[in-house]
């Protein structure tokens, strides 16, 4: 490998993030989410370190279930979080035991119509103030009556969204929490609320499951500072520095000009854009780590370099390793600087970038 633009994954970090937010709620089994390749970490690979402690993995597809079956990781449960896109998946829900999630009338449809040979399990989803997929007040009353009669269908477990868990000021979850409460059936089945703000902070909502997904790599769910056990960040994105040259006062770099050298400055590149999932909106200043100091880009982002200030850095050379982010700059500073969400960074690295699993 001579390109050097690497994505370190401590996998023992996934795990003990896992293991943290069972303890918050330890009265709930927790569904691991690895939907998107576990948030560009790499889906089998975190499966596999989760598998001896997780009790349920979720994913958005049936795609990304069968690639986790057909890697092996067949003995821990899997449930769908978008449901089927289309009827024929069901002979594949049912002959992998996947469970899936009801989350409108067309899905409720094809499982009541199904021929199937044993039943499924089903999370059937309220819309309780999310606005985006699940039945609503008395649709979902008639969803549960007609699964309740139908022999297709195993153990139903009630389950939302929270659209507002990571905003601590906003009275929305409590709401929606009293909504789900509200609803006929959530004395009799199983439920499940709580995604990794709720889990942290709502423990009003902890039910037999939450939904542990961005804390499980090490990521805060809150945009504003919050006194939490530190969670252990899973991935550093790193790459080599591939050039240094002075410029003086006035000079400009990159594309657009869009960085003014204010003095005569030391400037470097480092091999790694946004063809490789580094956000093209970081703005001048976001921060990256060489050689033991904080630094900041400077200038805009390319599709395979960006261009950092190193005045302050000591002794920098061509070679020299420049973080991105993980352990000296986290990936929630960096998603400040580019106006988005850590999610967003993760789940964008390409695969051109390099995995090494620690």
């Known amino acids: ?20 937010a069972k303890s918050l709620a330890p009265s709930s089994k927790a569904i691991a989410i690895i939907k998107a390749d576990a948030y560009g970490h790499g889906a089998i690979k975190v499966a596999k370190e989760l598998n001896e402690v997780a009790d349920a993995y979720g994913v958005a597809c049936i ?23 289309e009827k024929s998946e069901l002979i594949l829900v049912e002959k992998h035991s996947l469970i899936v999630t009801v989350c409108n009338s067309v899905q409720l449809q094809w499982l ?35 699964l309740e009669k139908s022999n297709n269908i ?58 542990p997904g961005i804390m499980l790599y090490g990521s805060s769910p809150f945009s504003e500072k919050t006194p939490l056990k530190k969670l252990t960040p899973a991935m550093t994105l790193s790459s080599l520095l591939i050039s240094i040259k002075s410029f003086k006062a006035g000079q400009s770099i990159g594309y657009g000009c869009r960085y003014i050298c204010k003095k005569n400055t030391l400037i470097g590149v480092v091999a790694i854009g946004y063809a490789d999932g580094y956000p093209r909106s970081a703005i001048d200043g976001t921060p990256v780590f060489i050689n033991g100091v904080k630094s900041k880009i400077a200038g805009r982002v390319s599709m395979d370099m960006i261009t950092i200030d190193l005045t302050g850095v000591p002794n920098p050379q061509i070679g020299d390793r420049v973080e991105l982010f993980g352990e000296n700059v986290s ?16 789940s964008k690295i390409t695969r051109r970038v390099y995995k090494a699993y620690i």
Not at 177 to 187: A, G, H, P, Q, V
Not at 331 to 346: G, H, M, R
């Open 154 to 211: 195993g153990e139903i477990t009630l389950m939302t969204h929270f659209s507002s868990a990571d905003d601590l000021g906003s009275t929305l979850t409590t709401k929606q929490i009293s909504n789900f409460d509200n609803t006929l059936y959530t004395e009799k089945y199983p439920g499940s609320l709580a995604n990794s703000a709720a889990i942290l902070k709502w423990s009003e909502s902890h039910r037999e499951y939450v939904r």
């Open 112 to 146: 009541l119509d199904a021929h199937l040979n044993r039943p499924i399990d089903v999370f059937v989803k309220y819309d309780s103030g999310m606005g985006r997929l699940g039945f609503q007040d008395d649709s979902f009353t008639h969803a549960i009556n007609l």
């Open 331 to 346: 990936v929630d500073e960096v998603a400040k600087y580019c106006n988005t969400i850590s999610y967003e960074i993760l």
């Open 63 to 85: 795609e990304e279930a069968i690639e986790l079956i057909s890697s092996g990781i067949d003995k821990i449960p899997i449930l769908l979080l978008e449901g089927v896109f």
């Open 1 to 20: 490998m001579a390109r050097k633009c690497t994505a370190s994954i401590n996998l023992s970090a996934i795990k003990e993030n896992y293991l943290y």
